[in-house]
């Protein structure tokens, strides 16, 4: 019996040698290319390098809205933009305990919240971006296993995550030296005005927010150790096209429900969704997202604002 397990060592030992320096190759490759924007800004945290005095949180409308660089030169603090891309509050704050694992918590968070902020979805968008830093990170896998995209194979197996993920492969090899996609987080859209709301919500009854127990149970525990803390955090509603405003039925509800908790843990609520640039179609590629040019626009907005409550 010993002869045979040694046997079956002997003969699985080299692959499991090979898998694992193949594992670890490729995901260093991986780390090194800029084939996806959230891997550049996972790298960031993970090396240490997005320590900053303002940390712009949320998802794409925080990534797409919000330019640090702007905020950085009007306000003399270092900013870093931290929005993940497609995704509710829980994922927005897995990264926040990642940054602030790895670097000193900031003076300030600005938490950009919008319709879906307080909802959770089940299918893990963007899984790619996990690839790099999945295998054995107890984090990534409490945050991560229980949506729709991974099994538990992927995060304990070398290579195996990799099986159904060959189109980003083939992408690092395309293209090994491809560009930067953000600039500290930020990614402007050089984008015009699509039609793609106006065919979406064709034919379509008005969207109604859904809201998950468990997400507004964890975003006011977020707002409690922010306290704890000493972090000033900013709650802020970004510029949204009126007519997309418009399509969402009970908007007022979550726009008076922003309004409480800011008023209950005595935060500041910074609310545009009435800023001139919600009626300008040509500063929007569509009903939620502000182009570079309307971003732009309205962080040099927002840093002004800013400075001028803070010099109050």
């Not at 550049?40 to 990534?63: L, P, Q």
């Not at 509050?89 to 897995?94: A, L, N, T, V």
């Not at 859904?210 to 000033?232: M, N």
């Amino acid at each position: 019996m010993k002869k045979f397990i040694s046997k079956i060592v002997f003969l699985f030992l080299p692959f499991g040698i090979l898998s694992l320096s193949l594992d670890i190759y490729v995901s260093n490759q991986l780390r090194k290319s800029h084939i996806n924007g959230d891997i550049e800004v996972w790298n960031d945290i993970y090396d240490g390098k997005a320590g900053c005095e303002i940390a712009i949180y949320g998802s794409s409308r925080a990534t797409r809205h919000i330019n640090p660089l702007i905020l950085e030169d009007s306000l003399n603090q270092t900013g870093y933009n931290f929005g993940i891309d497609g995704h509710h509050f829980e994922m927005q704050y897995f990264r926040h305990t990642e940054f602030t694992k790895y670097d000193q918590p900031p003076k300030t968070i600005i938490l950009s919240v919008d319709i879906f902020s307080l909802g959770r979805r089940y299918d893990l968008y963007n899984s790619q971006q996990f690839l790099p830093f999945m295998f054995w990170n107890k984090t990534v896998y409490e945050y991560t296993s229980d949506y729709k995209g991974y099994s538990s194979l992927d995060y304990f197996v070398p290579l195996i995550r990799y099986i159904g993920n060959g189109e980003i492969i083939h992408s690092l090899i395309k293209n090994p030296n491809s560009p930067q996609i953000n600039q500290k987080g930020f990614k402007g859209m050089e984008r015009t005005w699509s039609d793609d709301f106006v065919k979406a919500k064709m034919g379509k009854d008005k969207y109604v927010i859904q809201y998950d127990a468990a997400t507004i149970s964890l975003f006011h525990q977020f707002i409690k150790e922010c306290k704890d803390t000493g972090t000033e955090l900013i709650l802020l509603y970004t510029p949204e096209y009126i007519d997309g405003q418009n399509f969402v039925e009970n908007r007022n509800v979550l726009i008076d429900l922003y309004k409480n908790i800011a008023q209950e843990y005595d935060l500041l609520y910074l609310d545009y969704s009435d800023d001139e640039l919600c009626y300008q179609k040509d500063f929007f590629y569509n009903g939620e997202h502000l182009n570079s040019k309307g971003a732009d626009l309205f962080t040099k907005k927002l840093a002004s604002d800013l400075k001028k409550l803070r010099t109050e």
